[in-house]
């Protein structure tokens, strides 16, 4: 039997001076601090996991395959990127329209009635065609404004309470000579935007027509004959569209014929130009006048040709031509108007110009 010593007491530390106890304080506050820091840098919603680098590589994966996913299924919705591509060329090309329409609706207007009409032709088997160009469409100016005394008399007022005028119709010729007479066309004639009949024939006026013609719009008859007018013919006289008579002859009109306006006087009937200074070629535009039934072009100094788009006026019976500086043939559609329509008089002598007797009947004075 053996019988255990007894356990000798736990040796006793000696006791820790004051130096010591304060240096191990010291240690476990510098400790707690450290754990401070470390706690204080880890983000503030902090997984452990993510800490893993095999998990941070799948989630970039499980990321880019997502990001390709969407792709592929916006491309299916826009059909493999075709669609889209032709919308979107759609949307530019609508834009680029409606921008040249806006800017092609400020820059022009759209043309005159009369201007759709295209000069009547005789069966191509029968004679060559003529097509003349378009005249451009006019635009009327701004109309002036005005200020006369009111006591002044003007022309139409003196002249209403002699000869019992209405203000649609006037109608002065030399037999109603008298010292009232006005020397030029009076302006104060353009009030009357009513007028639709204006005939001063033989008074002796002198001057130029005046522009602000083109403001009687409603004038049907216009006669300014056997008066000393000088200078061009205005290019406002294409405003009057509602004109049947025409009446400029025997007067010193100069420079060549406008161009701009035929295509608006398709209701003229009748065309007198004669016994002027008119000079250049007799414009193909003429061709328009498809009601005309008179055409007088004689005693001027026209040069060139007979332009074959005056076969066009089917209508016509007396054609003059006479004492001006043509040259070269009758064109076959206008001989073609002496033979098959109403053309009876067609003066072409005194000029340069030879006739086709055959299938031409053409007059001398």
């Known amino acids: ?71 592929t299924i916006a491309g299916l919705a826009c059909g493999l990127g075709g669609s889209c591509g032709a919308e979107k ?61 009111p006591t002044q008399r003007t022309f139409v007022e003196a002249f209403g309470e002699r000869f019992g005028l209405s203000t649609t119709r006037i109608h002065l010729t030399a037999a109603d000579s008298n010292a009232n007479n006005p020397t030029t066309i009076p302006f104060d004639l353009m009030y009357l935007t009513s007028l639709s009949h204006l005939n001063v024939y033989g008074l002796s006026l002198s001057g130029t027509i005046p522009t602000e013609i083109g403001f009687l719009t409603d004038l049907t008859f216009l006669n300014l004959a056997n008066n000393d007018l000088t200078s061009a013919i205005p290019s406002e006289l294409g405003l009057l569209t509602q004109l ?32 002027n200074a008119l000079e250049g070629q007799i414009r193909s535009e003429l061709g328009f006048l498809t009601r005309l039934t008179s055409l007088s072009l004689a005693e001027n100094l026209f040069s060139g040709g007979i332009p074959s788009d005056l076969g066009s006026l089917q209508q016509l019976e007396l ?21 098959n329509y109403d053309l009876s008089f067609l003066y072409i002598d005194r000029n340069k110009v030879s006739c086709p007797l055959a299938t031409c009947a053409c007059y001398e004075l």
């Not at 304060?22 to 476990?28: A, F, G, I, S």
């Not at 040249?100 to 022009?108: E, I, L």
């Not at 398709?266 to 065309?271: I, R």
């Not at 043509?326 to 108007?337: A, H, I, R």
């Open 244 to 275: 049947r008579q025409l009446q400029l002859g025997t007067n010193r009109l100069e420079s060549s014929l406008p161009s701009d306006i035929w295509g608006n006087l398709t209701q003229l009937t009748e065309l007198g130009l004669s016994q």
């Open 89 to 149: 060329e759609n949307s530019n090309n609508s834009s680029s329209s409606l921008q040249n329409q806006t800017t092609t609706s400020t820059a022009t207007l759209p043309p005159s009635p009369q201007q759709t009409t295209t000069p009547t032709q005789v069966p191509s088997t029968q004679m060559p065609s003529s097509s003349p160009t378009m005249a451009p469409t006019l635009a009327p100016t701004q109309m002036p404004t005005l200020s006369m005394a």
């Open 319 to 339: 054609l003059e031509l006479y004492y001006n500086d043509l040259s070269g043939t009758v064109p076959d559609p206008v001989c073609f108007l002496t033979t």
């Open 1 to 71: 039997m053996t019988i255990d010593a007894p356990a000798s007491p736990p040796e006793e530390s000696p006791p820790k001076s004051s130096v010591e106890v304060e240096e191990e304080l010291m240690k476990e506050s510098h400790l707690d601090n450290e754990a401070d820091e470390d706690e204080a840098q880890q983000p503030k919603h902090y997984i452990p996991f993510l800490d893993s680098k095999r998990t941070r590589f799948c989630l970039t994966i499980f990321v880019v395959l997502l990001l390709a996913g969407a792709a």
